[in-house]
């Protein structure tokens, strides 16, 4: 790290939505070549600062200088021009268009790209990438990448566009490990080239790993900002959520039942191959493996968003057809999907209207007095999950993301499904608040409910499945009892066989 002057320099940074304050007073001084963690509960204020730093939002009151030079980061385009990029967790790119295009886009009619022949852009889209060490084919369309490809190409247009600071809000939730270690490769090798990094992500043994300094924001103002190898995880904690950790050891004690969900010999090709399995009622029942494995496409093609072509689906000992998700629903399914995107937020509905748009009706008759125990419903989730908000009319849109992530889940709980899918439901939350939910997913359990929990996270799915079967390349691949369940048989089961057999 350079003893030379800050990079970014923070002063009384303040933001208010609509008189609401959600960043108070932030001083912050970012170095040159530092990698920059920023911590903090769901609605901390993390992404607010930083939007405000890349010129998505303007403060409300403060000062930002960038190489001792006061400066106003009216807009994105300026933010670029002053060398400052934010990398979208999921990348806003022009999809049809192709990655050497993709990274011409975006720097400016002053590009240094532009006029130049194709030909020539290819060769230097090319040599982009290969100074990232990665191996993309730059004249295919981007919607053929994968995400982390995708972000792969938003970091080679940052370096394209001089960018000094490079924001990443949440990049390595969507990715595998394999693809992390690959971007945290070069996150190390820009900071050594004397770049700066901020970083943010709720995954501890991340930013362990991965940073320099920690700065770590509750209810909107900066806590403290230090040297990350001064602080051990329980005060990070402390320091985050104020308050001691809850315990999230909760075993749950249901009853096992009978099959509530059977699933035979279910096949997509391409996608997955001769699926099959059991989920009985008062059972939680995990589904391990690496991003891209397949999961996600199994839970769509149960729930009917993208139904199989062959191989049967057995809800309650009954044969059924599942062919769109009205059908799944009608049969007491329910899917909290992965991608926030698509999980069915109405983002310009209430947080209210949000929470209890899949409430039955058989909840309450009619008229206000089912609407009075909507509203007693949903107060009630926004409490039970500490989803922090200004107020439950306010638009679902405006709320963090964990946050939205919080509502999506509070709506299907609140649905009191017989069988539940869960992709990745804990991605983007807190840390605070993934003890509250795990005592929920156990308490449905108890209830009687059939649980199918998707999960990157190891220690989530030991500390809750009853079962673990883990995928890989579209294929199950184990099926692990609790008791002999590890996070070696877990990880071994997940890594594709050729893979593996290179690792061998
Ligand atoms: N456009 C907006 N209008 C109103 N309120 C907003 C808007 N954007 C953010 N907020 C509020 O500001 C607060 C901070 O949100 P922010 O997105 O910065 O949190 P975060 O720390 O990134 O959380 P997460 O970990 O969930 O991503 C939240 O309470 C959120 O609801
Ligand atoms: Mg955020």
Redesign the pocket.
């Known amino acids: 790290m350079t003893e030379s002057a800050p990079l970014l320099l923070a002063r009384g940074v303040t933001?208010a939505?609509?008189g609401?304050t959600?960043?108070r007073d932030v001083d912050l001084d970012l170095h040159k070549g530092e990698i920059h963690a920023?911590l903090?509960?769901?609605?901390?204020?993390?992404?607010?600062?930083?939007?405000i730093v890349a010129g998505v939002?303007r403060p409300t009151r403060g000062k930002l200088s960038l190489n001792g030079r006061q400066v106003d980061i009216s807009s994105p385009l300026v933010a670029q021009k002053l060398g400052v990029t934010l990398i979208h967790q999921e990348p806003i790119s022009f999809p049809d268009l192709s990655v050497a295009e993709n990274l011409v886009l975006g720097q400016g009619e002053q590009g240094w790209f532009s006029r130049v022949p194709w030909a020539e852009m290819t060769r230097e889209a090319r040599r982009q990438m290969d100074q990232l060490g990665v191996s993309i084919d730059v004249t295919k369309p981007m919607r053929g990448l994968s995400i982390a490809d995708q972000q792969m190409v938003e970091i080679g247009r940052a370096l394209a566009s001089g960018s000094r600071l490079i924001i990443m809000?949440?990049p390595t939730a969507p990715l595998t490990p394999k693809e992390v270690d690959t971007l945290f490769g070069i996150v190390r090798r820009l900071r050594g080239e004397g770049r700066t990094i901020i970083f943010?992500s709720?995954r501890l043994e991340e930013v362990r790993a991965l940073c320099d300094r920690v700065t770590i924001?509750r209810d909107?103002s900066k806590v403290a900002t230090d040297a990350i190898e001064n602080l051990d995880d329980a005060e990070i904690i402390r320091l985050m959520i104020g308050r001691p950790l809850k315990e999230y050891m909760h075993k749950h004690n249901a009853s096992i039942g009978e099959v509530a969900l059977e699933v035979e010999g279910l096949t997509l090709p391409g996608r997955f191959q001769d699926v099959s399995f059991q989920v009985r009622r008062g059972e939680i029942v995990g589904l391990g493996g690496l991003v891209g494995a397949g999961r996600t496409d199994v839970a769509c093609a149960i729930f009917g968003i993208q139904p199989a072509e062959s191989g049967s689906l057995k809800v309650n000992g009954k044969t059924v057809d599942i062919r769109q998700p009205d059908d799944a629903i009608a049969l007491g399914l329910a899917f909290v999907p992965e991608d926030r995107a698509v999980s069915g937020i109405f983002r310009t509905l209430s947080v209210e209207q949000n929470i209890t748009a899949a409430i039955p009706g058989r909840i309450a008759p009619r008229g206000f007095i089912r609407r009075a125990i909507e509203k007693l419903l949903a107060a009630d989730s926004v409490r039970k999950l500490r989803i922090?908000?200004?107020s439950v009319n306010?638009?679902i849109?405006?709320?963090?993301?964990?946050?939205?992530?919080k509502a999506i889940l509070a709506r299907w709980l609140l649905a009191e499904p017989g069988i539940l899918i869960l992709d990745e439901p804990t991605r983007?939350?807190?840390i605070g608040v993934k003890a509250e939910f795990y005592d929920i997913i156990g308490e449905l359990a108890e209830q009687g409910r059939a649980i199918l929990l998707i999960s990157s996270e190891l220690p989530e799915l030991l500390a809750l499945c009853d079962r673990i079967l883990v995928m890989a390349e579209g294929r199950l691949t184990a099926e692990i009892p609790r008791a002999e369940a590890t996070q070696e048989k877990v990880m071994q089961a997940a890594v594709p066989r050729q893979q593996a057999g290179i690792a061998a």
Not at 40 to 51: D, H, L
Not at 397 to 405: D, P
């Open positions: 933001k939505f609509a609401v959600v960043l920023l903090g509960e769901n609605g901390a204020g993390k992404s607010t600062f930083a939007k939002h809000d949440e943010i709720h924001f909107g922090r908000l200004a306010q638009p849109g405006e709320l963090s993301g964990g946050n939205q992530q983007g939350i807190d």
